[in-house]
């Protein structure tokens, strides 16, 4: 069965301090995406990566990064320098492939606040 | 682009009442869903449909919610009756179809928030 944990329940951090979300994820499909999500005070979910089970190219956008390392089944996210506007809750979530109906399976999230 | 449009924002009910939320997905988007966010967790997936047919409605509890897409645009789902456990947001969300899904995630709106007293 499939399954998304977000060990760290709630962060915080200093403005500017990098920060690292951590996420593992069980699944026995050998094809799935991951992704991660960012849910402001709005409530809405914000895309912000997506990877796939055969790439395990790390990857940079702006301040965030992803690790994702199928070895240990994690997909880390950092967040470099961070700022009040990435006060959220961050999800990780899974897709499996296989099942066809690509439905997500989200962690329980990681609640950054960042403190000015 | 529209986002995904969700109706109402807010809504408080007594247990055993009735409730209906309403969803208008991105223009074009074939595949629509339902997730139920408990306070404090992820969200949950309670219905998928494609154009106007169910895909997935695997963990919809059916005696008593129910979701409609009649036209393959609008979705409306409905709650009768209401349970204490059912009081958590309730976000729809919408994508070009399975393979944009999985390139690109979904697009979600805003939700509805429902508390059950």
């Known amino acids: 069965a499939q399954k998304v944990t977000q060990a760290q329940t709630e962060i915080s951090v200093v403005e500017k301090e990098d920060v690292t979300l951590d996420c593992v994820y069980e699944?026995?499909?050998?094809?799935?995406?991951l992704f991660w999500y960012k849910q402001p005070p709005s409530g809405e979910l914000v895309f912000l990566i997506r990877?796939?089970?055969?790439?395990?190219q790390n990857e940079i956008s702006g301040r965030y990064s992803w690790n994702f390392q199928k070895s240990t089944s994690s997909f880390n996210f950092t967040i470099t320098a961070s700022q009040v506007v990435d006060s959220a809750v961050y999800f990780c979530a899974l897709s499996e492939v296989l099942t066809g109906a690509n439905n997500l399976f989200f962690g329980t999230g990681t609640r950054l606040t960042v403190i000015p | 682009e529209a986002g995904v449009a969700q109706s109402p924002r807010y809504k408080i009910i007594e247990k055993r009442q009735s409730v209906a939320f309403w969803c208008n997905p991105i223009s074009g988007h074939a595949t629509l869903y339902w997730y139920q966010q408990i306070l404090g967790q992820g969200p949950k997936l309670l219905i998928q449909f494609q154009n106007n047919g169910v895909v997935d409605d695997s963990q919809l509890p059916k005696d008593r919610f129910s979701a409609e897409r009649l036209k393959g645009v609008d979705s409306t789902l409905k709650i009768q009756p209401a349970k204490l456990e059912d009081s958590a947001v309730y976000l729809c969300a919408s994508s070009l179809d399975f393979l944009a899904a999985q390139e690109n995630g979904y697009t979600f709106g805003s939700g509805t928030r429902l508390t059950v007293v």
């Open positions: 990877r796939n089970s055969f790439d395990e």
């Open positions: 699944t026995r499909d050998t094809t799935y995406y």
